[in-house]
């Protein structure tokens, strides 16, 4: 497709699961960016990747928390143990070159995700 | 620490004004910022880019001003529409990251 897909759209997982959200970025984008949006909120980062190399995991909340993107297209961002707190909007964000000072990035629909 | 603040209060004008929106930054002058537009439901959308060198961009109807000394960016729609209806994300650019800032709503009524 021409944008960024993420799936799936909604998650509802029982606390304490494991949960595995997806992002596949525009085909041929350098960079793929993980962010988290509360209600009423601007996104929040979580981590980054150059091609298939994390650059930045600093926004990650705790260990439970872990990202990859082994052949620097698809990314997998999987929470572990679910927790409550961890019900929010997860979005993915892609941009065709290293560096957001000269370039835009574009972000996919979300994964809502409810932990129960 | 490093902030990007918005107003977060609703800002509400009529159809065919111009509306201003703010963002504020503290304790750091970032080179670049970004404007992004959010529909309900719906990812950001990218708007316009402006670095600190720049002091005003323009596309069609929106205009982005820079004050370095204020610590400042205004977004300006002007002859707004209802369509132009949503809200508004300000980001600054950091360390190849953006850093958003909480979104001013902006509703133009008819």
């Known amino acids: 497709g021409a944008g960024v897909s993420q799936s799936p759209r909604y998650k509802v997982t029982k606390r304490g699961q494991d949960v595995a959200l997806r992002c596949d970025p525009i085909s041929g984008h350098v960079s793929l960016y993980w962010y988290r949006q509360a209600l009423g909120q601007g996104p929040e980062f979580l981590t980054y990747?150059?091609?298939?190399?994390?650059?930045?995991k600093s926004g990650l909340p705790n260990d439970r928390f872990s990202a990859e993107r082994p052949e620097g297209s698809i990314s997998t961002l999987t929470i572990q143990r679910t927790e409550q707190r961890d019900s929010a909007m997860y979005r993915c964000a892609s941009s065709l070159e290293q560096g957001l000072q000269v370039t835009e990035a574009f972000f996919g629909q979300g994964t809502r995700l409810t932990v129960v | 620490s490093q902030k990007i603040e918005q107003n977060s209060e609703a800002l509400n004008i009529q159809e065919g004004k111009t509306a201003t929106l703010t963002c504020n930054y503290t304790n750091y002058s970032p080179a670049y910022l970004q404007w992004y537009r959010q529909d309900p439901g719906r990812g950001p959308v990218f708007l316009l880019l402006?670095?600190?060198?720049?002091k005003e961009k323009r596309k069609e109807r929106l205009k982005v001003t820079f004050d370095t000394t204020l610590k400042q960016s205004l977004f300006h729609i002007t002859a707004s529409q209802p369509a132009d209806s949503a809200t508004y994300l300000c980001a600054r650019t950091g360390y190849n990251k953006l850093i958003f800032g909480a979104g001013t709503r902006l509703a133009v009524h008819p």
């Open positions: 990747f150059n091609y298939e190399a994390q650059q930045d």
């Open positions: 402006i670095r600190e060198n720049e």
